[in-house]
């Protein structure tokens, strides 16, 4: 069975660095093939592709965001990360981690963060 | 990057009824579209991939289609868990872009 959970600080200051966990389980990130992605979505809008890695550890960036976010993945395969720097309010979202295999088939429940001073 | 027209923004439509979504590529994508559906306060869930491979475990009243690079969304007699709203989404480049999503409402 295929989970996936994001873990974060729920709110932040502006200018503050947000650091998120993505938790699965259910498939290994280091079988070939395999990509997990973070997606963004402020609240009553759409959707917003961030950043992805893949098994070989190849990263891949939304080119409006790349100069600020950071991912990566633990060593065991059953972590992936994504740091954004100097948040601001427009930061403001849920953040879900997904698998990537042709196209998003697992999502994890999501992690509402909330950027204010 | 491609951008994706999704129409409309809005429908209501009543029980048994046919609707259907569209979305618009801004270039070729080549039928890498997929289409979710995600209901308030949940993670969006994967209908239709590859413009109309369905999903395992998605009910066959859900079906996609494709002219050109205009995708289309149909549901066939509306069930009241249908009630959500609908994106569309390319999975042909990178940086992968989603629709505006259309809001499904059954009277």
């Known amino acids: 069975q295929v989970t996936l959970k994001e873990s974060g600080p729920g709110m932040l200051q502006p200018s503050k660095t947000l650091s998120l966990t993505c938790s699965f389980s259910g498939f290994s990130l280091s079988t070939s093939g395999m990509v997990v992605s973070w997606i963004r979505q402020p609240s009553g809008k759409s959707l917003e592709w961030l950043a992805a890695i893949d098994w070989d550890g190849d990263k891949y960036y939304n080119p409006s965001l790349k100069s600020r976010l950071t991912v990566s993945k633990d060593t065991s395969n059953t972590q992936v990360f994504l740091k954004i720097t100097s948040v601001d309010i427009a930061d403001t979202a849920t953040y879900y981690c997904a698998r990537l295999i042709t196209t998003f088939d697992y999502w994890g429940q999501g992690v509402m963060v909330t950027v204010s001073s | 990057d491609i951008q994706m027209t999704q129409s409309p923004a809005s429908l209501s439509a009543s029980l048994g009824e046919t609707v259907t979504i569209e979305c618009l590529a801004s270039?070729?994508?080549?039928?890498?579209l997929a289409w979710y559906q995600q209901k308030p306060g949940k993670s969006p869930q994967l209908l239709i991939y590859d413009a109309s491979s369905l999903q395992d475990g998605v009910p066959s009243r859900f079906s996609g289609s494709e002219s050109g690079t205009q995708y289309s969304l149909e549901i066939n007699s509306l069930q009241s868990e249908d009630a959500a709203t609908y994106f569309c989404q390319q999975h042909h480049d990178y940086p992968y872009t989603f629709g505006a999503g259309t809001k499904l409402e059954l009277k």
């Open positions: 270039e070729d994508i080549y039928s890498n």
